[in-house]
């Protein structure tokens, strides 16, 4: 679907104090008020201005599973997901590619960062105002805001759900809703923001004898 016909889903509009008007495009049934509108917009300046992240994290997914680990994030586009064991993953972003390593299959995954929900979050700067995302959902509720967000271009891919807290609008969880329809929630446990990280860290070092190099180009979602 391109912008114009995207446009068409559904559309709000913000007008700060001063300066130009600009679009908010919504999903079909996201009605947002004036102060719904206004506070996306506080969210997302908030967002901008964290570069890093440390945190210990609990995932819990629909399908049942449970795991936790520690997760490092560096906008831009460098995110690693170490889990605990019993979990086999190891998940690097390194700007370009997320690569998804099965420690016990012994198997490699490259997927274009741009084609995964959780990419959104690693933009060098989040927009709300350039047509390339479009709101999903918006809900306050027990002290949190839930911002949903999927890209205009292709919501296939899925979304992501971004939870902050209400009053100091702190990132505290995100929940992924992956093409196959698989919810994850990540719970940020502690987290450290805008702590400096070693960019070595988002390289991943394929630790397989070379010759069995041999990654796997299929698609899958982060969770």
Known sequence: MGLAGACMIGLAVWSGCSGPAFAIITAPGVVLTQTDEADSQRIVDKLNGVHSVRSEFV?????????????????????????????????????????????????????????????????????????????????????????GVTRTANPGE?????????????????????????ITMVSLVDPQFNVKLDRDLFQFEDPRPSSSHSPDLSLRTLR
Do not use: C, H
């Open 59 to 147: 995932q819990n997914s629909s399908n049942g599973e449970i795991a936790r680990g520690e997760l490092l994030l560096s906008r831009p586009g460098r995110l690693r997901i170490d889990y605990q064991p019993p979990s086999p993953i190891l998940i690097v972003a390194d700007g370009t590619f997320l690569v998804y390593y099965d420690k016990r299959l012994e198997q490699v995954s490259y997927i274009p960062l741009d084609s995964t929900p959780a990419g959104i979050l690693l933009q060098d700067r989040i927009s709300l105002s350039d047509g390339k995302l479009t709101i999903t959902g918006f809900q306050r509720s027990a002290g949190t805001i839930r911002l």
């Open 158 to 182: 899925g979304s992501i759900t971004l939870i902050f807290d209400q009053s100091s609008l702190a990132l505290s969880q995100w929940q992924v809703t992956d093409a196959q329809g698989v």
